[in-house]
Nanobody
C-alpha cells in the first residue's frame, strides 16, 4: 500500500501561482493530479509517468500548469501559474501501477487532498 500526502494549497489571487507537492511512500508507475470543485465531479488535471517523465495535461490547464517529479525524493509537484477563479478546488494526487491515464478509476492510491482557492 502506497501512502500519498499532499501539501502546498492555499489562497491566491487571480493571476498568481502556487506549487503543490505530493510525497509518496513508494514507487508508482504513474502519478496524477485531480481536482474537485464544490458541486462538480472530480476532473483530471495532469499526470506524469515515473520512468520516462512523459506528461499528460487536461486542456483546461495546458500551458499554465506543469507537473514534475523528483525521483530521489519520490515527490511529485504541480506548478500552477496564471491561476483563475475556476481553478478553485480540492486538489488530490493519485498513483497507479498503470500508464498515463486521465480516468480516476485507473488510479489505485489517493492522497487526502489540499484546498486551492483563487480569489481576490
Amino acid at each position: 500500500q502506497v501512502q500519498l500526502v499532499e501539501s502546498g494549497g492555499g489562497l491566491v489571487q487571480p493571476g498568481g501561482s502556487l506549487r503543490l507537492s505530493c510525497a509518496a511512500s513508494g514507487r508508482i508507475n504513474t502519478m496524477g493530479w485531480f481536482r474537485q470543485a464544490p458541486g462538480k465531479e472530480r476532473e483530471f488535471v495532469a499526470a506524469i509517468k515515473w520512468a520516462s517523465s512523459a506528461t499528460y495535461y487536461a486542456d483546461s490547464v495546458k500551458g499554465r500548469f506543469t507537473i514534475s517529479r523528483d525521483v530521489a525524493r519520490i515527490m511529485v509537484y504541480l506548478q500552477m501559474n496564471s491561476l483563475k477563479p475556476e481553478d478553485t478546488a480540492v486538489y488530490s494526487c493519485a498513483g497507479t501501477l498503470n500508464g498515463l491515464s486521465s480516468r480516476d478509476q485507473d488510479y489505485d492510491y489517493w492522497g487526502q487532498g489540499t484546498q486551492v482557492t483563487v480569489s481576490s
